[in-house]
């Protein structure tokens, strides 16, 4: 079976910064585009950017850009998200989940993480 | 900052047939891009309902269809069941800044 494994929810000051990781198992890492897509309390779903695991090609939503950097370990598999200079507009769930995109040339999200909780307080 | 448009809530007896609509524009739905379909049950990760407008994965009943004309596309709900109570988005890709990936504002479906 396939499956994201995101690491543990997590607290924060203002001005710190989050690193999220995500495992992946079940299927070829590198063969699939990685996303990263975050929900505010109450909120819907808000695209952050992808990771090519293959290559490390990133693409980042421009609202953070200069903010957000997302990278990868092939060898353990698992992608990572990092995002600095936390807000408490920050505080969300942020999910992983894969793209087949390389696969099928379509751009959705077949299988998704069950998501971290990041907390911005001070 | 969604781009795609979705109404904020529908409801339907079980049983019945429900709609959702997702309007974009030129730079993404309208510019020929694929949409599909994602419900999130309350407090469960999002996940895959419909992908390139009417494709159901493995595993997903074929009371849910999809459809998209022009700028717009649709997710039709038939049979309406009290599982169907969820929350619904689309998404598609816009081509308008760098190569985003866009969604819905998203659509409550509450079943009476």
């Known amino acids: 079976h396939v499956h994201l494994v995101q690491s543990g929810a997590e607290v924060k000051k203002p001005g710190a910064s989050v690193k999220v990781s995500c495992k992946a198992s079940g299927y070829t890492f590198t063969g699939y585009y990685m996303h990263w897509v975050r929900q505010a309390p109450g909120q819907g779903l808000e695209w952050m950017g992808w990771?090519?695991?293959?290559?490390?090609?990133?693409n980042y939503a421009q609202k953070f850009q200069g903010r957000v950097t997302m990278t990868r370990d092939t060898s353990i598999s698992t992608a990572y998200m990092d995002l600095s200079r936390l807000t408490s507009d920050d505080t969300a769930i942020y999910y992983c989940?894969?793209?087949?995109?390389?696969?099928?040339?379509?751009?959705?999200?077949?299988?998704w993480g069950k998501g971290t909780t990041v907390a911005v307080s001070s | 900052q969604s781009v795609l448009t979705q109404p904020p809530s529908v409801s339907g007896a079980p049983g019945q047939r429900v709609t959702i609509s997702c309007t974009g524009s030129s730079s993404n739905i309208g510019a020929g891009y694929d949409v599909h379909w994602y419900q999130q049950l309350p407090g469960t990760a999002p996940r895959l309902l419909l992908y390139a407008n009417s494709n159901r994965p493995s595993g997903v009943p074929d009371r849910f269809s999809g459809s998209k004309s022009g700028t717009s596309a649709s997710l039709a709900i038939t049979g309406l069941q009290a599982e169907d109570e969820a929350d619904y988005y689309c998404q598609s890709y816009d081509s308008s800044l760098s190569g985003l990936y866009v969604f819905g504002t998203g659509t409550k479906v509450t079943v009476l």
């Open positions: 990771i090519n695991p293959n290559s490390g090609g990133t």
């Open positions: 989940a894969r793209d087949p995109y390389l696969l099928t040339g379509f751009n959705y999200m077949d299988v």
